[in-house]
C-alpha cells in the first residue's frame, strides 16, 4: 500500500489524532476549565506517550493484525495476558480493566463474560477507534463487531458508546462524509431499545451544542446543567457524546476537536483522544499541524508504521468482501 495514499492517511489521522488527544489532555484530566484556565491558559501542546487509553488502544492493534482485522473478545484477551506485565505494573488501568483483567488471569472468567458487573467507565469507549478503522466505511458493521470486542471490559451502556464510536469512526472515512453525517452513524445503527441509555445521553449532548454560540458558551452550558449529579466524570455517558460534541462544534477540524477536549477538563485525556481520532480520521494526517508531528518525534515513525500495517488490514478486508460478494453474484444468475 501507498503511504500517500488517502487511506493511508485517513488511518494515520485517526491514530495520530487520538494520540495526540490522550497525550494533550492528560495534564488537566479531572480538572474543571476554570482550573485548566489558572494553571494552563489555552492548552495546545503535549509531551508524553499518553494514558491507558493509547496503551489498550495499541494492544488493539495487535490483536486485529494477529486476526487479519477480524478481533474477538477472546483473542483480545488472549493479548492481555500476553501482556500481562503490563497490566500488573502499570498505575494507569482503570478499575473496569483492572477488574477484567484479574478476572481473566486470576479467576479464569470467560472473556465474554469478563465485562459482566464491572463499574461504567469509558474504558471500552476510549480505545475502540482500530474497530472502526478495520471497518472503514461500514459503521454498521463497526457496531456489530464492537459488540463482542468491547464485552471484554463492558456489558452496559458503555459497551454502546464503544459501538457509537466505532461507527462514527468507520463512518468517517467515506470519502464524502461530513460531520453530520459522522453523528448521525453513531447512533443508528445502535439498538433502539437496548441502547436507550446511550442514545438519549448522544441526543441530549448534541442538542446542547448546537443550541450552543460556540465552544466556550457550551462548555458552560455543560458545566452548570447539574453536573455534579452525574456518575463519575468517566462514564462513556459523558465522555462518548461530549467527544462527538466537540467535533461537530470543531466542524470536523481535528486541531480544534483536540484542544477543546484537552481545555474541557473533566476526563480530558479520553475526550480529547475520542474527538482527535474521529475528526483525524475525517481530515487525514496531513491536516495536522506540522508542530504537532515534530512534537512526537521517534513516536511519529513508530505511528506511520502501524498505520501502514492497519491500512494493509482495511484493504484486505474489503477485498475479501469484494471477491465474496462476487461469488454469490456470479453463483445468482
Given amino acids: ?42 492548552v495546545q501542546t503535549f509531551s508524553g506517550d499518553g494514558t491507558d487509553d493509547s496503551l489498550l488502544k495499541h494492544i488493539l492493534c495487535e490483536t486485529l493484525e ?28 482503570f478499575a473496569p480493566v483492572v477488574a477484567t483483567f484479574w478476572k481473566l488471569s486470576g479467576e479464569q472468567v470467560l472473556p465474554r463474560d469478563a465485562g459482566a458487573g464491572n463499574m461504567a467507565s469509558s474504558s471500552s469507549a476510549m480505545c475502540i477507534s482500530p474497530m472502526g478503522i478495520v471497518n472503514a ?59 436507550e441509555a446511550m442514545r438519549v445521553a448522544l441526543q441530549s ?29 468517566t462514564d462513556s455517558r459523558e465522555t462518548v457524546p461530549l467527544a462527538l460534541a466537540l467535533v461537530w462544534l470543531a466542524g470536523g477540524d481535528a486541531q480544534k476537536a483536540v484542544e477543546y477536549g484537552a481545555n474541557f477538563g473533566r476526563d480530558a485525556d479520553t475526550i480529547a483522544s475520542m474527538a482527535g481520532a474521529v475528526a483525524g480520521a475525517m481530515g487525514g494526517a496531513s491536516a495536522l499541524p506540522q508542530a504537532w508531528l515534530d512534537t512526537l518525534g521517534s513516536q511519529a515513525d513508530k505511528q506511520r508504521a502501524l498505520a501502514d500495517r492497519m491500512t494493509r488490514l482495511v484493504h484486505a478486508r474489503a477485498e475479501a468482501a469484494r471477491a465474496a460478494a462476487l461469488i454469490v453474484l456470479e453463483t445468482s444468475v
Fill in 137 to 195: 466505511g461500514n459503521p454498521r458493521q463497526a457496531v456489530l463487531e464492537t459488540f463482542e470486542v468491547a464485552g471484554l471490559i463492558h456489558h452496559n451502556f458503555c459497551r454502546d458508546g464503544a459501538c457509537a464510536m466505532a461507527a462514527a469512526v468507520a463512518q468517517a472515512f467515506v470519502p464524502s462524509t461530513n460531520v453530520e453525517s459522522v453523528l448521525r452513524a453513531a447512533s443508528e445503527f445502535l439498538p433502539e431499545r437496548s441502547a
Fill in 66 to 93: 494477529r486476526t487479519g482485522g477480524h478481533a474477538t473478545a477472546d483473542a483480545w484477551a488472549a493479548d492481555w495476558i500476553r501482556h500481562s506485565q503490563t497490566f500488573v505494573n502499570s498505575k494507569l488501568f
Fill in 1 to 42: 500500500m501507498k503511504r500517500n495514499s488517502p487511506l493511508f492517511d485517513k488511518v494515520l489521522g485517526c491514530l495520530l489524532g487520538g494520540f495526540i488527544g490522550d497525550a494533550m489532555g492528560t495534564p488537566t484530566e479531572n480538572l474543571s476549565h476554570d482550573d485548566i484556565q489558572q494553571r494552563f491558559g489555552w
Fill in 205 to 233: 449532548t448534541l442538542a446542547m451544542a448546537r443550541e450552543s454560540a460556540g465552544y466556550e458558551d457550551f462548555r458552560a452550558r455543560y458545566y452548570s446543567a447539574a453536573i455534579d449529579v452525574r456518575q463519575h466524570f
